[in-house]
């Protein structure tokens, strides 16, 4: 056998190169009908590939390292400069590519959940490259209870895309102010996966946010701060106007998720049968996001 597997920290080694990645998978691709899966598989990265050349990203759309089609999706690597540009206006057209899909196919919607990560990983082009903890962790993300429920509660007639956010990529990226996306478009959780031992803070972002998303405060992207620094009618930006007013309204969920308030920052997320005592929001066997409900002036209510 001439492959040689390393001991750990028995002697110094050149770090991998750093790489981004990007995954995507089908909400909902196991239930199709098995005369489906093959058209599905072929057509996400036509459609991925689509936007990566209408948001002007030739160079990623042709230079992705160590890309894989995993059935119900597609992940690969790229050259983390190109990071600010995948979440801003990458994802806003991949939304809107999906969301003109959706509108004239005639068999199953496309609704896609993506994640985003930055890390160290092997790239020599050789077999095994791009396999390490941050492959390992951006698939973690993707199959992430938040964003599962994020897009579960969303209308599938506007919300086709859900992306969860890698603390790394946030801070590096975001909160660096090397993007469009502004930070009061995004939303942190506790990305958690139902019997695997991971935990991790990330951010979720949705393009498209409908029904309980906008309720919760989650801004479309045309009223985004990034593209105009102060909305242009503070009264009606939910995520960014200072002393919000949350009326008590109630929403009953039996199986979903539920998201309410003014989701600004923090948010909780529950999930599992879970018996919840408050005024303002019962569920059942569901998962449940629910966002900070700021304070203003006096009066104004949690």
């Not at 509108?103 to 993506?114: K, M, T, W």
């Not at 801070?171 to 993007?179: F, I, K, N, Q």
Request: aromatic share 6%; glycine share 10%; with cysteine.
């Amino acid at each position: 056998m001439s492959t040689v597997v390393p001991a750990p920290y028995a002697e110094s080694r050149p770090l991998p190169p750093y790489r981004a990645l990007f995954a995507v998978d089908a909400k909902d691709f196991t239930g199709l009908p098995a005369v489906q899966h093959g058209p599905v598989s072929q057509l996400i990265p036509e459609l991925v590939d689509q936007a990566l050349e209408r948001a002007e990203l030739h160079e990623l759309r042709d230079s992705k390292r160590f890309p894989a089609n995993t059935g119900d999706g597609v992940v690969f690597g790229f050259d983390p400069a190109l990071l600010p540009f995948v979440l801003w206006p990458f994802l806003g057209v991949l939304d809107d590519i999906l969301g003109a899909y959706n509108r004239q196919c005639v068999g199953p919607r496309i609704r896609l959940r993506a994640s985003l990560h930055v890390g160290p990983l092997p790239d020599a082009d050789r077999p095994g490259d791009g396999n390490g903890t941050a492959r390992n962790d951006t698939h973690r993300l993707l199959d992430s209870r938040p964003v599962k429920a994020i897009l579960a509660a969303a209308s599938e007639q506007v919300t086709h895309l859900a992306t969860v956010i890698s603390q790394r990529v946030y801070e590096d990226v975001v909160l660096g102010a090397y993007t469009g996306l502004h930070p009061d478009r995004c939303v942190e959780v506790p990305a958690t996966v139902e019997g695997k031992n991971f935990s991790q803070r990330a951010w979720l972002y949705v393009p498209s946010p409908s029904g309980n998303l906008v309720q919760a405060g989650v801004q479309p992207r045309e009223e985004s701060a990034a593209q105009a620094g102060t909305p242009a009618n503070p009264e009606q930006d939910p995520v960014t106007r200072p002393g919000t007013h949350y009326s008590g309204n109630t929403q009953h969920v039996g199986e979903g998720a539920a998201v309410m308030g003014s989701v600004g920052r923090d948010i909780t997320y529950t999930g599992g049968s879970t018996s919840y005592h408050g005024t303002n929001q019962h569920w059942g066997g569901g998962d449940n996001v629910a966002g900070d409900k700021r304070v203003g002036e006096a009066g104004d209510r949690r």
